[in-house]
């Protein structure tokens, strides 16, 4: 309950305090210092909120400035289990954020031939659905 309570609390942050927290590339340049930037959805919905979007041009800002990097995006959805959707239904719903997410990228400039996008399906997060509905976007080799 205090996950849900604390998650809740972070939603309803300003996106101006939220872009203030997230960390920006890493100082020196490093590639492998950078940390996977997480972009999280409405329950159902492929909708870029103004946080995301945030963290969707941060993403783009570190991609271009390493031209060369791998960009993926990762798309998941949360565990439904009243409406628990088929494995198709959770791949298609997961592909299309990520699908979503990589066309901002490319529309804020990383190659869109540099970007990888899979859907994953149904994330395992105990307890925390907003955690669970989410794309993540990997800079680099690994």
Do not use: K, Y
Not at 15 to 21: I, N, R, V
Not at 29 to 57: C, Y
Not at 59 to 88: K, S
Not at 111 to 140: C, K, S
Request: glycine share 4%; proline share 8%; with cysteine.
């Amino acid at each position: 309950m205090r996950r849900r309570a604390a998650l809740a609390a972070i939603a309803a942050l300003s996106p101006a305090l939220l872009a203030a927290c997230a960390q920006p590339g890493a100082p020196d340049g490093n590639l492998a210092q950078q940390p996977v930037r997480v972009v999280f959805f409405e329950e159902d919905s492929v909708e870029i909120s103004p946080t995301a979007a945030n963290v969707i041009q941060d993403a783009a800002q570190v991609a271009r400035r390493f031209p060369d990097a791998p960009v993926r995006v990762l798309g998941f959805i949360a565990p439904d289990p009243l409406n628990a959707p088929t494995v198709v239904q959770a791949l298609r719903l997961s592909r299309v954020r990520a699908d979503r997410v990589a066309a901002e990228l490319a529309s804020l400039g990383v190659a869109r031939d540099r970007i990888q996008v899979r859907g994953r399906g149904t994330a395992e997060v105990a307890d925390a659905r907003l955690e669970a509905r989410r794309v993540e976007i990997h800079i680099g080799p690994n």
